[in-house]
């Protein structure tokens, strides 16, 4: 972290002091708010510092800026799953949950500065289990034809850049161009576990897996006999953003 700003260390240390006593349940609702806008509002500065550093083309910087970023995010979602859980959204709850694991994974990947986050990512894992019950994760199998870097934008596997690692303040994607669904598998450690069910079939409607709520059904909608899943990218939203 020694590319880092003096200016944003000393930024981030102070946002720290102040989310890291509301990261509980119980703690007062607007605190938790105020806390996310300050977060927000402090990723600008860093979402800056990376852009100018890729300007003067200071890998080191950028890269570190990156990182920054990612645990900004991470802290951030953190946070918000406190709030949405105390809104009656659990399964928005625990999408943020999984951002702010896979923000703690990138900042590694982003820099070696960020390499020690181990104990925090165990700490979001047991959340898994602290604040929501068992869920059943699902995995699709995809057949695919065409993919390309994100960030040379060339064929991937005729490129140098390997994926989820940081190049020049990038995390390096491989976009899918042509994709055909091959099947769908329940698993129970998936790449996305984000990718769940959502819903079981039960007498009268469908039981939602996070509430336990007994949800209506459309007449003719056969979908409901087997449950929802819910799929999202392999590749976080907020890592996407920040290959752009």
């Not at 645990?71 to 951002?99: F, G, M, N, T």
Request: glycine letters at 6%; charged letters at 25%; proline letters at 3%.
């Amino acid at each position: 972290m020694m590319a880092i700003a003096d200016h944003l260390v000393a930024g981030y240390d102070a946002l720290r002091a102040d989310i890291d006593p509301l990261l509980f349940l119980v703690r007062n609702k607007q605190l938790q708010i105020d806390g996310v806008a300050r977060a927000e509002k402090f990723l600008l500065r860093v979402e800056h510092a990376r852009i100018e550093a890729i300007q003067r083309q200071n890998e080191h910087e950028a890269n570190s800026f990156l990182g920054l970023g990612m645990v900004v995010r991470a802290l951030s979602s953190e946070l918000s799953v406190y709030l949405l859980i105390k809104e009656d959204k659990p399964e928005e709850a625990w999408i943020k949950l999984i951002d702010a694991q896979e923000m703690i994974r990138a900042a590694g990947r982003a820099h070696p500065g960020f390499s020690n986050l181990s104990n925090k990512l165990t700490y979001l894992r047991e959340l898994e289990t602290a604040l929501f019950p068992p869920q059943q994760f699902v995995s699709a199998g995809l057949i695919v034809h065409e993919q390309h870097c994100s960030i040379c934008e060339v064929e991937y596997d005729k490129c140098d850049h390997i994926q989820g690692l940081a190049y020049m303040g990038r995390f390096c994607r491989v976009i899918f161009k042509k994709v055909t669904a091959d099947h769908i598998a329940f698993v129970e450690s998936p790449a996305d576990r984000r990718c769940r069910v959502t819903s079981i079939a039960a007498p009268g409607g469908k039981r939602n897996r996070m509430t336990w709520v007994l949800e209506s059904i459309r007449e003719g909608d056969e979908s409901n006999m087997t449950g929802i899943i819910a799929m999202t990218s392999p590749f976080s939203d907020e890592e996407a953003k920040s290959s752009e």
